[in-house]
Structures are given as C-alpha cells and as structure tokens.
C-alpha cells in the first residue's frame, strides 16, 4: 500500500506541472482569440485567427519534431548512461537551420498571405517570422527537459508561453489599444519569451559543454539528426496543416467578402478542438517510456501502453463529440462574437475530426519510439495528399472545409494503426539491438 501511494504521487508530481502548463497556454489561447472577437471589425479578427493557425502549422507544427527527436535522443542516452549534451549541441544546431529555412518560406509566400489571408497586413507576417523562430527555441528546450524527465521545467514552459500571450492581448482589450498588428504580436511573442524565461532549466543537467565538448563526449552526427528531423517535420507539419489549415484555406477561398463566414467558422473549430489540449504534449510523456521499452524490446509494455492511451482518447473525445454539438454554435456567439451561427452538425463533424487528430497524435510517438519515422511521414503524406484535393473541391468552400477536416484525420490514423501493427509484430521477433534502427 505504501509503495502504491507513493507511486501515485510521484506520477501525480510528474502530471500536475505539465497538466497545469498545459491549461494555462490553451485558456491563453482560446482567451486571446475571444478577445481578438469582440475587440476588433471581423475582417481583423478573421486575419488574427488565420495568422493564429497559421503558426499553429509553421511554428509547433514544424519544430514538435525537433522536440521528438530531441526527447528521444536525450532519453536514449540516459537509457546508456551517456551525458545528454552532444545530443542537445546537434538539435540545437538542426532546429536553428529549420528555424532559418521556415522563415524563408514564409517570407516567400507573404504576397498572397497578405492579400487572401491577412487582410493586407504585411506586420502580420512579421510576426508569423517571429514566432517561427521562437518555437524554434523552445521546442528544443522542451525535448531536452522531456528527454530528462524533468517535467516542472517542461510545465513552466507553456505556462510562460501562455501568460506571454495572454497578459498583452488581456492589455491591448482593457486600454482600448487593440489592432490586427498589435494582436498578431502578442500571440507571437509567447514561445520566444517562454524559452527565455525557462533558460536556468539548463543549469545542472549536464549540458555544459554545448560549445566545447570534452572528448569524451558521445557524439550525435548532426547529418543523421537532420534527416530524423526532417521525416518528422514533415510528417509533423502535414499533422498540423491538416489540423489547422481548413479555415485558413476557407478565409483564402471566401476573400474579404466572406470575412463572416471565415471568422465563424474558426470560432467553431477551435471550440471543437478544445480536447486536443488535453493531448498535445502527451508525448512528452509518452515518448521516453516508450522509447525505453522499445530498447528494451518490450513488445508487452509497448502494447499496454498504446492501447490504454487510445481508451484514453475515446474517453475524452467522444463526450467531446457530444457537447460540440449541443453547445458549439452557442459557444461560438456567445466567447468569440461569431457573427453566423453554423450548423450542430457541422460542430459535430469537426468533433469527429478531433478525436481521429488526438488519436493519429499518440500513434506518431509510438512510431518514432520503435524508428519507424518514415511510417509516420508517408502516413500523413497520403492523408494530406486527400486533405488538399477535397478542400480545393468545386464546391462550397464551407462543405469542402468539414469534409477535409473529418476525412484526412481518419484516413492517417487507420495507415498508423496499421504500420504500427506490423512494427509490433517485427519487433515481436526482432533482435532487441534491431528495434529503433
């Protein structure tokens, strides 16, 4: 009895840091974007919300994969008993090069992001570079503190990111300061200060020597490092846009004209996503376990681990289903100032695309645990391959939105399923050194 409740507290010691981040950042989220709603005309708000999402695809979509790598780099060096700094020194190295080619990106696409998206504000771009490299930096603080295990300072990082946000737009609503560029600012600033702020995190965790290694010192080749990062990048990026680009592409479709449309629209689908926060750094959690049991050549814990996480997301995301469509138009008029109100079934449908978004999310960690990073990206290859071809659909922008958004996530996780399925079976009968290669 004694050691069960001493285990239940430390996994409640582990959980509480992050759980608490994790409310803070997506209550800052949801908050800014309703503050957004009724401070500013609705073509501003639809262009915040865009921009919002949009580094939503760039920023966490693209550098969760450094944060991955980083975690299981980290872990398995610890899992050997090596020191976890040449594992930091390359990450560090890969994700400020990613930092430096996304913005490129960006940059290059910023004529028609401008005139379709942002409703002419080239700031709004400026901040979408910003917050690039912001996420750049904190995602891989927040691989190493997850590699390490050392979740308080991983919880203390989205709680910064979330006040960082917050605390402005909370500002810019009171003093009557609000604009498009103004808003568009505080929602970037969140991840650069919250990687400032989280930097004592690196005293004593035996990452000092990032800039003159000593020569014993394990290295990571920074070229292998690369490419795992880039297959999850992509597999992470196409999660993200097919996440979040529906009402992007929308606001795109509809133009100025639609600004209504295009708002409502986003109110609705962050509402319904509201369950996915309550998942999105479970690989925090998931990945160093699964890692370890992956080296190990732990098939049964492997198995016990993936199978009560899935439980887990139904049970969070099919009352979730439920209350988006009971109460998600309501919600939408009355915390973001939606100016349309949609359709329950529309609501519900997003709902359904939610629970299959949390589901593909704790599929991927346990691909890339059992080094199956190239499943994961050609996962997601095809589903974002059906994602674009039915949103560009003739039809009606909205109908075409919500059939994107529900097939795309289905389609990804059924592949993931299945790749993990027979990664299970290889390993049942693959020699444990063979496991992660």
């Known amino acids: ?172 609503a009171l003093f009557g300061w609000a604009t498009a560029d103004r808003f568009g600012f505080a929602f970037a600033l969140g991840c650069g200060v919250a990687a400032v702020l989280v930097l004592p995190g690196l005293r004593g965790t035996g990452v000092r020597r990032l800039v003159q290694p000593e020569a014993a010192d394990h290295s990571v080749p920074v070229r292998r490092l690369a490419g795992s990062v880039s297959l999850l990048a992509l597999a992470s990026g196409m999660t993200l846009s097919v996440a979040n680009l529906g009402p992007v592409v929308l606001s795109s479709r509809v133009g100025p004209a639609g600004a209504e449309l295009a708002f409502s629209y986003t109110a609705l689908f962050m509402l319904a996503r509201i369950p996915v926060f309550l998942f999105g750094p479970l690989q925090a959690f998931l990945l160093p376990s699964l890692t370890a049991a992956a080296e190990r050549g732990d098939v049964v814990t492997l198995r016990r681990q993936i199978r009560i996480v899935l439980l887990a997301v139904l049970a969070v995301g099919l009352p979730g289903i439920l209350l988006a469509w009971l109460l998600g138009p309501w919600a939408s008029k009355v915390f973001f100032h939606a100016p349309t109100e949609l359709s329950g079934l529309v609501a519900a449908l997003l709902g359904i695309s939610t629970v299959a978004m949390m589901a593909a999310t704790v599929l991927q960690p346990a691909l890339v645990a059992l080094g199956r990073n190239r499943v994961a990206g050609a996962s997601w290859t095809v589903a974002s391959v059906l994602f674009i071809a039915v949103l560009f659909t003739p039809v009606s922008p909205l109908a075409a939105a919500v059939a994107a958004q529900v097939l795309a996530p289905t389609l990804v996780t059924v592949l993931m399923l299945l790749g993990l399925r027979s990664a299970l079976t290889s390993a049942e009968t693959t020699p444990e050194a063979q496991l992660t290669s």
């Open 1 to 172: 009895m004694v050691t069960r409740t001493g285990q239940l507290r430390a996994q409640v010691a582990t959980v509480a840091p992050v759980g608490g981040g994790l409310a803070i950042v997506g209550a800052a989220a949801y908050a800014a974007l309703a503050l957004a709603g009724h401070s500013l005309d609705v073509v501003d708000s639809a262009a915040v919300s865009s921009m919002y999402l949009l580094t939503a695809i760039v920023g966490p979509g693209i550098f969760i994969a450094v944060e991955q790598q980083t975690n299981r780099e980290v872990s398995g060096q610890l899992a050997v008993g090596r020191d976890s700094a040449p594992a930091l020194r390359s990450a560090a190295l890969v994700s400020a090069g990613l930092g430096v080619a996304v913005a490129l990106v960006v940059l290059l696409a910023s004529p028609l992001l401008v005139s379709r998206v942002f409703g002419g504000h080239w700031a709004l771009v400026a901040a979408t570079v910003l917050a690039v490299f912001g996420a750049a930096a904190v995602y891989l603080l927040r691989g190493l503190f997850a590699g390490q295990r050392r979740f308080r300072w991983y919880g203390a990082s989205l709680a910064a990111e979330g006040l960082a946000r917050l605390l402005p737009c909370c500002a810019l």
